[in-house]
């Protein structure tokens, strides 16, 4: 059975934009390797907005690398997106996902916060939530969406962007084998499981409202600000084998993280692992 039981038609009855082609399997390696493989078959048998959903992932996958523990109970998902953006602007897609899931989980009731660049939090303590992996492929060639920038593919059309979402929705943080500071669940947060079709249907629809914005950024990173926990704080960032502690002072109009280093010199970093320090009293 795939999350909550979730059944095809009822997932197409919710017309959403982002879930043309439904498919839905009991367990997976990934669904990020799933919904790679279908976006390579073209746009026609795999369209904007093919949705693919897993009940289990036996080889879940997240950001540099790591795994994902996805055990019944989550919504571990991945969706193919052909959004109509330059190769160069594939970067904005994690922050305008990450500002539509944390939309729909306040619509839930659960007042997550985003942590640069891909992670939902709860308060108090911080405890994760949801984590999101875009995976871009520019002509057929699959990059690290921020490199392209970086590598003059200014003029490469973006084929598709893979982004997924690993959503720690009817579970106890137990189940995940991390420890309890470092994750919690929906259930655990709401005191009850949610509708998987409701979290689904609302998920979806503020993602689309969002990817519609990804033209008009600069309204995707006031959101961003206004929902973000990252802005303000001292952090340890660690970022292509260096090492980086400052303060995380704002998001740059392409959503890097502009990191302002004892001393003064200001850096924007496209990838990194943030630690939040405490702040000082
Ligand atoms: C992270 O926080 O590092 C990102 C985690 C992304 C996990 C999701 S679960 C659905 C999709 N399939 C995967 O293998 N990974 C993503």
């Known amino acids: 059975m795939t999350f909550g039981g979730l059944d095809r038609e009822a997932v197409e009855a919710l017309e959403s934009p982002l879930a043309r082609v439904v498919e839905l399997h009991e367990e997976v390696t990934s669904t990020q390797e799933v919904a790679r493989g279908l976006a390579r078959e073209g746009r026609e048998r795999t369209p904007h907005g093919t949705l693919v959903v897993g009940g289990v992932q036996t080889g879940g996958r997240g950001r540099l690398g790591r795994a994902w523990g996805s055990p019944r109970g989550g919504l571990w ?13 594939a970067s904005r897609v994690t922050p305008t996902a990450a500002v539509g899931v944390a939309k729909a989980l306040w619509e839930l009731g659960v007042e997550a916060r985003i942590k640069w660049p891909n992670d939902l939090l709860v308060e108090p303590g911080g405890r994760k939530v949801c984590g999101i992996l875009a995976e871009s492929s520019i002509e057929n060639l699959p990059v690290a969406s921020k490199r392209a920038a970086s590598e003059g593919l200014e003029d490469r059309r973006l084929d598709f962007v893979v982004l997924g979402i690993g959503l720690n929705a ?8 991390l420890p309890e500071h470092e994750a919690t669940t929906l259930r655990s947060e709401l005191g009850r499981d949610v509708d998987p079709l409701d979290l689904l ?6 993602l689309d409202a969002e990817l519609h ?8 990173l006031d959101d961003w600000r206004a929902l973000d926990c990252t802005l303000g704080r001292p952090v340890k960032v660690q970022s292509f084998g260096e090492t ?3 303060r995380a002072t704002d998001l740059s109009p392409e959503g890097a993280l502009v990191l302002a280093l004892p001393g003064g010199r200001k850096v924007e970093l496209y990838e990194g692992e943030v630690e939040h320090l405490r702040r000082e009293t």
């Not at 009817?170 to 084998?177: E, I, K, T, V």
């Not at 249907?201 to 503020?206: D, I, K, V, W």
Request: proline share 5%; charged share 35%.
């Open 77 to 89: 998902m991945s969706l193919v997106l052909r959004p109509r953006i330059r190769a160069e602007e």
């Open 170 to 177: 009817n579970l106890d943080p137990a189940d995940l084998g």
């Open 244 to 246: 980086l502690e400052g």
């Open 201 to 206: 249907g609302t998920l979806l629809s503020r």
């Open 213 to 220: 914005r990804l033209k008009d950024f600069e309204a995707v």
